[in-house]
């Protein structure tokens, strides 16, 4: 069974850029065959890894209601589409769901693409899964069992209100959720009395605090993927020794 890792949070808090720090993690400490998963409908994770994305799940979808080839089954076209849904890049592959799914005569297809997604999910160790901002994908297949649950925020209310919600709602729709870190990211300087006041009274402890950093707006500006940041980038060193305590490698 793949350990299974979601990303969420209120949206431009940083979702995306530490999705793609946490698959930098895994590929460079070499932890395992790993899927990044692009859950979010505004797909980006690709330029933020740097990469073409070919095909999406959505993509597959649409093109299963009419599109069979002569002499093949349907069944066997939905596994060919979303074995070549996969985009193979330099130690991980990337799964881009694209749009959601629709209704009604969607069903046989979406119960096909489930189904083989699932046994997709069985060749990898680890599935790294970034988020759009709302919730409703947290209702959804994917995001039901989690190992871990990183959950975002910038220093701002609505930000940290959304973690809060985000805690809640797993409890209410009883996800099994094994592990929540709490990042709290795009600080600048100490955080205040305020937040620190906020975070008590709503009994929030973040695991760790990101700095704003300009090597991530540098290379965000220049249209470079944030992937490649420099090792010596005060965000990903933070980042990497929280993922070092997590998953206990050395490195
Ligand atoms: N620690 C940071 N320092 C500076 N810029 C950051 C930092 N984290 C994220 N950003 C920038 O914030 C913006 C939103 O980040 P993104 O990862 O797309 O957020 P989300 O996926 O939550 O919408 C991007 O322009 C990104 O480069
Ligand atoms: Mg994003």
Redesign the pocket.
Known sequence: MALKIAVAGKGGTG??TLTGMIIRYLVSNKLGRILAVDA?TNS?LNEVLGIEVKETIGGTREKMKNDVPVGMTRESFVEYKIQESVNESDGYDLLVMGTPEGQGCYCAANTMCKRYIDVLLDNYDYIVM?N?AGMEHMSRLLTKDLDYFFVISDPSRRGLMTIKRIKDLAVDLKLNIKNFIVIVNRVRGEIDNATKEFLKEHGITPDIYIQEDEKISEFDMLGKPTYAIPEDSKSLIAMNSLLNKIFRANN
């Open positions: 979702k995306t979010d980006n970034d759009e």
